[in-house]
Structure formats: structure tokens, C-alpha cells
């Protein structure tokens, strides 16, 4: 796999080491949230590093997308999301070999809508803009925080008043997921930022 030249792949590689994993919550009545954060390789975007998230928050059918990451020119990580389109092979348990499979035409996404990561040694903090949601041209966020260990977020539903009265939820990482050996390919002395 050839990723795009240019990028500061190294910095990107340290983003989705520290990301990848298993999430879930240490009170699964009150905060039944479980994720799952994987590297994968897809043919529809096979210049970029991608990731896998499904969002299991209780509900009948989880969230599932492919992310894109994307180092920006203002120093920023960007990450675009994009939504199946149609798949039945997503019912269930996920393949992962059917990310080989999918084309572009496969996925949708919304054009300008993109996660910003800023990186503060070795925490990131992460916008993430609800833009399927818009509500009297307020777009609902969600602000989070990622380190090797643990996420933490809040749902800033916009036009809420007062952010403060927001109640941080925290998932812990239970089991984390390595990067794939061609992601790392033309990288030298890559060093995981989540080994001790």
C-alpha cells in the first residue's frame, strides 16, 4: 500500500497507536457505551490511513464508519467520517476483508464537516461536529479528550446555555489494537507512544 506523500505520517501513526482499541464504560447501566477503534486498510481510500469505529451506545443497531485521517495545513489532525451506504454484509459481526471490497460509491459522507485533533504531548483533543444534526443553524459537538488509557467526552448540544452543566462520560480502553505492518511501511524507528 502507497499512503500520500507529504504527510506527516510518523505524527498521524502516533494519533491512531494511541486511539486504537476497545472502549467500554466502568458503569455499563448508567453508560452503556462500548467502542471499537481498528486500523484497517480499505481499496476505497488506499493512500490514506484509515480507521474502523463502531459506536455501541445501547441501541438496537451500533454506529459504524470508516474514518479517514489527514495532517493539516494549519497543524491540525483531520479526520473525515464516512457513513455504509447499503451494505448487508454489515449486519452482524464485522469483516474486516470487506473494507477490500467496498468502492467509494459505498460510503457517504458530508463534504465540510471534518473531526479537528489537536495534539498537547501526547493527549489529543478532539471537535467533533455532529453535521447530520443541524438545529436553527447550530450544529451540535462533541468535545473529547483521548490519551493511551482512557477517552473522556461531552455532548455539546448547541444552542445549550451553559456548557458547564454538561456531564463528562469516560470510557476505558480494555484492550488495545496494534497497527498494521503496512501502515508503517517507510517509517523509520516508529515508536508506539502507548508502550510503557
Same mark, same amino acid.
Given at each position: 500500500?502507497?499512503?500520500?506523500?507529504?504527510?506527516?505520517?510518523?505524527?498521524?501513526?502516533?494519533?491512531?497507536?494511541?486511539?486504537? &482499541?476497545?472502549?467500554?464504560?466502568?458503569? /455499563? #447501566? =448508567? @453508560?452503556?457505551?462500548?467502542?471499537?477503534?481498528? +486500523?484497517?486498510?480499505? !481499496?476505497?481510500?488506499?493512500?490514506?490511513?484509515?480507521?474502523?469505529?463502531?459506536?455501541?451506545?445501547?441501541?438496537?443497531?451500533?454506529?459504524?464508519?470508516?474514518?479517514?485521517?489527514?495532517?493539516?495545513?494549519?497543524?491540525?489532525?483531520?479526520?473525515?467520517?464516512?457513513?455504509?451506504? &447499503?451494505?448487508?454484509?454489515?449486519?452482524? /459481526? #464485522? =469483516? @474486516?476483508?470487506?473494507?477490500?471490497?467496498?468502492? +467509494?460509491?459505498?460510503? !457517504?459522507?458530508?463534504?465540510?464537516?471534518?473531526?479537528?485533533?489537536?495534539?498537547?504531548?501526547?493527549?489529543?483533543?478532539?471537535?467533533?461536529?455532529?453535521?447530520?444534526?443541524?438545529?436553527?443553524?447550530?450544529?451540535?459537538?462533541?468535545?473529547?479528550?483521548?490519551?493511551?488509557?482512557?477517552?473522556?467526552?461531552?455532548?455539546?448540544?448547541?444552542?445549550?446555555?451553559?456548557?458547564?452543566?454538561?456531564?463528562?462520560?469516560?470510557?476505558?480502553?480494555?484492550?488495545?489494537?496494534?497497527?498494521?505492518?503496512?501502515?508503517?511501511?517507510?517509517?523509520?524507528?516508529?515508536?508506539?507512544?502507548?508502550?510503557?
Amino acid at each position: 500500500m502507497s499512503y500520500v506523500s507529504g504527510e506527516n505520517r510518523t505524527r498521524l501513526l502516533r494519533f491512531l497507536a494511541t486511539i486504537a &482499541g476497545y472502549y467500554s464504560s466502568d458503569d /455499563p #447501566i =448508567n @453508560v452503556p457505551e462500548k467502542k471499537i477503534i481498528l +486500523p484497517v486498510e480499505t !481499496s476505497a481510500f488506499s493512500s490514506s490511513l484509515t480507521f474502523y469505529m463502531e459506536d455501541d451506545e445501547g441501541f438496537p443497531i451500533p454506529t459504524r464508519q470508516i474514518l479517514v485521517l489527514r495532517e493539516r495545513p494549519d497543524g491540525y489532525i483531520g479526520i473525515m467520517f464516512y457513513n455504509f451506504t &447499503g451494505s448487508d454484509d454489515l449486519n452482524g /459481526p #464485522i =469483516n @474486516v476483508s470487506l473494507f477490500q471490497r467496498l468502492q +467509494p460509491s459505498d460510503y !457517504s459522507t458530508l463534504p465540510n464537516c471534518e473531526i479537528t485533533i489537536a495534539e498537547i504531548e501526547d493527549i489529543y483533543m478532539m471537535n467533533w461536529p455532529e453535521c447530520d444534526d443541524i438545529n436553527n443553524d447550530l450544529l451540535p459537538t462533541y468535545l473529547a479528550t483521548w490519551t493511551c488509557d482512557l477517552t473522556s467526552y461531552i455532548s455539546y448540544k448547541n444552542p445549550q446555555p451553559d456548557i458547564t452543566k454538561s456531564k463528562p462520560v469516560y470510557i476505558f480502553k480494555r484492550k488495545r489494537f496494534p497497527l498494521l505492518p503496512s501502515m508503517l511501511e517507510g517509517v523509520e524507528d516508529f515508536k508506539d507512544p502507548c508502550d510503557d
